[in-house]
């Protein structure tokens, strides 16, 4: 299994602002993802961290307003920029290779301002 | 694209009672997950299922994947305060596809 660290684990931030959220892998994972998921509500999926290459966007998000970095097999950012309160949500990472389930981060809860 | 429905999106037992919650796919799967997401967690891992007609057992949950792959259903008997939470589906279609269902989420009485 793998583990994976997520920080912060939450902010409040000022309208306008950007906040990048990391993700720590322990291990070498093919896949990675964000989601973002409101308290009690479905998680959906922004996009796929593709490593070395631009991010894999989803309907509705844009790389302006969420820019994804993924320099290795471990790691990978996601910055929410020029912030509103629209963005205030819980943020998640998410890991998988081929053969093995899924594991997520313990979640970013945003809350702007 | 491939989409997974799963219903119900939520379901109120007193504790005792048991709660079932299904999942469809909209095309043939290679195997299929299920997650348990307590309130305030991350999803976490609960089994796989990978084989046409496969049933597993954990304690008080039975997984069921249907004989043409595309559906599947947890079953928990005699629900207990411990099993509130959302619980999520996920279909793996292809080596780098997992999709989510939208979840249940359970909430028991005591």
């Known amino acids: 299994s793998a583990v994976i660290s997520q920080k912060p684990s939450r902010d409040i931030c000022q309208r306008g602002t950007s906040l990048t959220i990391q993700c720590q892998v322990d291990?070498?994972?093919?896949?990675m993802f964000w989601y973002r998921q409101q308290p009690g509500q479905s998680l959906t999926l922004i996009a796929t961290?593709?490593?070395?290459?631009?991010?894999?966007?989803e309907s509705g998000f844009v790389i302006d307003k969420f820019p994804i970095s993924r320099p290795n097999l471990t790691f990978s950012t996601l910055t929410v920029s020029n912030m509103s309160p629209e963005d205030s949500s819980i943020y998640l990472c998410?890991?998988?290779?081929?053969?093995?389930?899924?594991?997520f981060g313990q979640g970013t809860r945003l809350t702007v301002v | 694209g491939q989409q997974v429905m799963q219903i119900p999106q939520y379901q109120h037992v007193q504790e005792g009672e048991d709660f079932t919650t299904y999942c469809n796919s909209s095309?043939?799967?290679?195997?299929i997950q299920w997650y348990k997401q307590r309130p305030g967690g991350h999803p976490v891992f609960l089994i796989q299922?990978?084989?046409?007609?496969e049933v597993k057992k954990q304690k008080r949950l039975t997984f069921q994947f249907g004989e043409a792959k595309k559906n599947s259903s947890l079953h928990i008997t005699a629900t207990q305060t411990t099993d509130v939470g959302t619980y999520f589906c996920?279909?793996?279609?292809?080596?780098?596809?997992?999709?989510f269902g939208k979840g249940t989420m359970l909430l028991v009485s005591p």
């Open positions: 998410s890991a998988f290779n081929a053969d093995t389930e899924a594991f």
């Open positions: 291990s070498q994972v093919t896949m």
């Open positions: 095309t043939t799967l290679s195997n």
């Open positions: 996920a279909g793996r279609g292809g080596y780098s596809t997992l999709t």
């Open positions: 299922l990978v084989k046409s007609g």
């Open positions: 961290a593709n490593q070395g290459s631009e991010a894999t966007y």
